[in-house]
């Protein structure tokens, strides 16, 4: 994990923001799964009884879906995964 995100409750902050703006800019059809692996992750995260380890399975779920799907990402959109997968 990140040094900088030591506290959790940090780390799912930053992680929401991030997921946020992932969902934002996913609109293509084909990445419709990807989308959907988010936003249900968001909503865990959001849960006062989340675990840190969501993170670890989000991250996963990103990594099978990606490659299942055969999803591909503008720069703007891995240069934000990138982001997220730092929190991890």
Do not use: W
């Amino acid at each position: 994990m990140n040094q900088r995100y030591f506290n959790s409750q940090k780390q799912k902050i930053e992680a929401l923001s991030i997921i946020g703006k992932l969902v934002d800019t996913l609109t293509k059809l084909e990445q419709q799964p990807l989308r959907t692996v988010l936003i249900d992750h968001q909503h865990k995260l959001l849960s006062p009884l989340s675990d840190p380890i969501i993170l670890n399975t989000l991250s996963i779920k990103i990594s099978t879906c990606l490659i299942q799907y055969e999803i591909l990402l503008s720069e703007s959109e891995s240069l934000l995964f990138k982001e997220l997968f730092q929190l991890i």
